[in-house]
């Protein structure tokens, strides 16, 4: 069975969604006190910032 090109993209797009909702729970379930919490912040910015950037550029 060959694999469809919209298949592979549709893997992807989930694995990114996934992987956004595990930043958003880290930074939810994190004390803002804690030092960690703004690692965890930060890291959601930037991964959020970075697909939306390649979103527009697909959508381009």
Known sequence: ???????????LSVAEHHEFGEWV??????DQ??????ADDQQTSLGTDYRSEMEE????
């Open 25 to 30: 729970e880290a930074v939810s379930s994190s």
């Open 1 to 11: 069975m060959q694999s469809d090109a919209t298949q592979e993209k549709a893997r």
């Open 33 to 38: 006190d804690s030092p960690g919490w703004l």
């Open 57 to 60: 550029r697909k959508t381009a």
